[in-house]
């Protein structure tokens, strides 16, 4: 039947959305929706990061007071890579310099609280970038999704300083490109993918997995051909990064090269790669709504992307929704790249998470994007989207379990009670100007010291770090050699061989020299040292006390005095007779003069020797010498340093090189005076 004449002549329908008073409504509903979830996200990000109503502050870590301290000396003056070892490129350093460079030299208590509140403000910021990339793609249901989801995730609320970092850099060059205005000159349209490109540079230049934006930015250009702004991404975010990094390139660029590059392709595996990081994730119940949720996401938008593919005819409609789902692609493409890390990585830690969350809060936004509901519901039956409609509060209802358990794990955080307080012990057992060897930065930084020197390795800042650094020779070998040792791919889980290596502890050793306390808490700093070391530090203490599980040494000033011994140098050497089953009464300095030791038959006698090289010295040998009053030889022992494996022309001269060796007592050796020499012995000189 013919339409009536008359509807030829009726005024078009206007659409509701357009008319100004339902937009205002809905620019009201959308403001005051996302203000309540800013406030969910400062709940949760407060709970995570600032201190409760009593003053207690939630618990820290090593990671996190090794990047308040770099920042912190970055402020002063003092460079990565030139004074002291940073694993990471510099970017961590300048964006939380500025949040402390008002702060007391070397930190403080009030240096910590201040670098929590700017770890805060970025973490915070990253909701509302997250809902205006969520918005663009998929309207404001999709923004408010994706903002929810990431203020609710207990995981992101917390102390992940790094992640936190690389996720508001990531967010913040999302947004740029994808609000990139299309009526712009060829110089403001440049403009626009410059600034893009400098905040894809400032994520990769916080930790390297900040490729992942930085790849699939100019990879999502391609696939909706915009090859200009591809090649344009990929060219600003080069020079910014290489302008980040120019003025350590040029003070310091082989320790640059070795510490960013070569330390992380090298440092030990420290934990199962594949499945394992995949069931650590799953496990964690705070984040369980977003990696539901995403998967939920992911499963519409694949769905959507196959039916839109198979519309026919190609009518403008379906090229406008084609278009659209083609840039919804962007949060997989930036997801896939983090998830390969994890999968084939072996260095996952659980804060490294963080920096997954915001693709994942992304694709969860994709269940209420207009978009995937086009084209999963072509021509909208009415039927069809009262069901969807229907499927809502029961979806929701199905979650509240869930949300329930992962709000409640989001407010179960464990309190500071080492810190602070052997941070203010540290600060009464030490001057304002005493360095402080830390073997966990965080408890100098908190007391406000200065990290101390270790000769040859610049201030002492991530013990673990350096130690692995210096343990696996990466300070020192040549080029060539690192980058063979780079393409055999032969990671090996055998950080605590590393670590007890004389190599790594020599890295540590000298900063017992130039230290006036030391520092050592039994979670970080413990597994790290020798008992040969803990050894010379307890005979260098002139006092010690105990907080929580740090033991704080205030040493003596005046340390040993050194003696030259050919092409070594003894800095230090202690005497331990030891029982046939090993034990001992503790090892005892020798001093300047004459020192008895009371050793009986069928004993061994331990000499612990200090040792640095001369540079340029030959291979040496250690002579050990037991003798009678008259100086008769009675027993003799000659080996290398490090029980017969060293080889001293390797040495750093810088470093103190720990040895331990042996001296068996004959049980038929009749009481009285013996003597005790000790020499040096290298052939080639």
């Not at 510099?90 to 310099?97: D, M, R, S, T």
């Not at 990064?241 to 992380?264: E, I």
């Not at 090229?319 to 962007?330: E, F, G, P, Y």
């Not at 331990?576 to 001093?591: F, R």
Request: glycine residues 10%; contains cysteine.
């Amino acid at each position: 039947l013919a339409r009536p004449a008359q509807s030829a002549q009726q005024p078009p329908r206007v659409p509701l959305a357009a008319h100004p008073r339902h937009r205002l409504v809905t620019s009201l509903l959308t403001g005051a929706a996302l203000l309540a979830i800013l406030g969910i996200g400062f709940a949760t990000r407060a709970a995570n990061l600032l201190p409760d109503s009593n003053g207690t502050w939630p618990a820290s870590n090593f990671d996190e007071q090794v990047y308040y301290t770099n920042a912190r000396l970055l402020a002063q003056g003092e460079l990565p890579y030139r004074d002291h070892f940073l694993a990471h490129p510099p970017g961590v350093a300048y964006a939380l310099a500025p949040g402390l460079a008002a702060e007391p030299a070397w930190g403080g208590p009030d240096a910590f609280g201040a670098a929590r509140q700017w770890t805060l403000l970025f973490s915070l910021a990253a909701i509302p970038l997250i809902f205006l990339a969520g918005r663009r793609l998929g309207g404001n249901g999709s923004g408010l999704l994706a903002a929810a989801v990431l203020a609710l995730d207990g995981r992101v609320a917390g102390v992940a300083v790094l992640e936190t970092l690389v996720n508001f850099w990531s967010l913040v060059a999302l947004v740029l490109s994808l609000y990139i205005p299309h009526a712009l000159t060829r110089r403001q349209y440049s403009g626009w993918v410059l600034a893009c490109g400098l905040c894809c540079a400032a994520a990769l230049l916080t930790k390297i997995p900040g490729l992942a934006i930085a790849g699939a930015l100019p990879l999502h250009a391609l696939l909706r051909r915009r090859f200009a702004v591809a090649a344009g991404l990929v060219a600003a975010t080069l020079g910014v990064a290489l302008l980040g990094v120019l003025p350590f390139l040029l003070l310091a660029p082989g320790a640059l090269v070795r510490q960013t590059v070569f330390f992380q392709l090298l440092r030990p595996q420290e934990v199962r790669p594949g499945l394992d990081q995949t069931l650590r994730i799953a496990a964690y119940p705070e984040s369980l709504l977003t990696t539901l949720l995403a998967a939920v996401g992911l499963g519409l938008l694949a769905a959507a992307v196959w039916r839109a593919t198979r519309a026919r005819p190609a009518t403008t409609h379906a090229v406008r929704l084609q278009d659209a789902l083609t840039t919804w692609l962007v949060a997989p493409l930036w997801a896939l790249p983090v998830l390969a890390v994890f999968v084939f990585g072996r260095s996952y830690h659980a804060p490294y998470y963080v920096q997954w969350a915001p693709p994942l809060a992304l694709l969860a936004g994709a269940i209420c994007a207009r978009p995937v509901w086009r084209a999963l519901l072509p021509g909208r039956p009415r039927w069809r989207v009262r069901l969807a409609l229907a499927g809502l509060p029961l979806a929701a209802l199905a979650l509240l379990p869930i949300g329930g358990t992962a709000w409640a794990a989001t407010f179960q955080v464990p309190s500071d009670t080492v810190y602070l307080p052997a941070g203010a012990a540290v600060r009464a057992a030490t001057g304002p100007h005493d360095p402080v060897l830390s073997f966990d930065p965080g408890y100098a930084f908190v007391a406000g010291r200065p990290p101390a020197v270790v000769p040859g390795g610049g201030r002492l800042v991530d013990s673990a770090g350096y130690m692995t650094y210096a343990g696996l020779g990466i300070d020192r070998r040549p080029y060539s050699d690192l980058l063979a040792h780079v393409l055999r791919f032969d990671k090996s889980r055998n950080a605590p061989e590393i670590f007890q290596s004389a190599s790594a502890q020599a890295g540590a050793l000298g900063g017992f020299w130039t230290s006036r306390a030391v520092v050592v808490d039994g979670k970080i700093g413990l597994p790290q040292l020798r008992g040969q070391t803990l050894a010379l530090l307890d005979n260098l203490a002139a006092d010690r006390q105990t907080v929580e599980h740090v033991t704080i040494y205030a040493l003596d000033p005046t340390p040993p005095q050194s003696r030259a011994m050919g092409p070594l140098t003894l800095r230090a050497l202690t005497l331990e007779p030891l029982n046939p089953d090993g034990s001992g009464a503790g090892a005892a300095l020798m001093q300047d003069g004459p020192t008895d030791v009371a050793v009986q038959p069928g004993q061994v006698l331990q000499l612990g020797c200090y040792w640095q090289a001369r540079p340029g010295a030959p291979d040496a040998r250690i002579a050990i010498r037991l003798t009678t009053a008259t100086g008769e030889s009675l027993l003799q022992i000659d080996q290398a340093p490090d029980q017969d494996q060293a080889a001293t022309h390797l040495w750093n001269p810088a470093f103190v090189y720990p040895d331990l060796h042996n001296l068996p007592i004959p049980p038929t050796l009749p009481l009285g005076t013996y003597g005790l020499q000790l020499g040096v012995n290298a052939p080639a000189d």
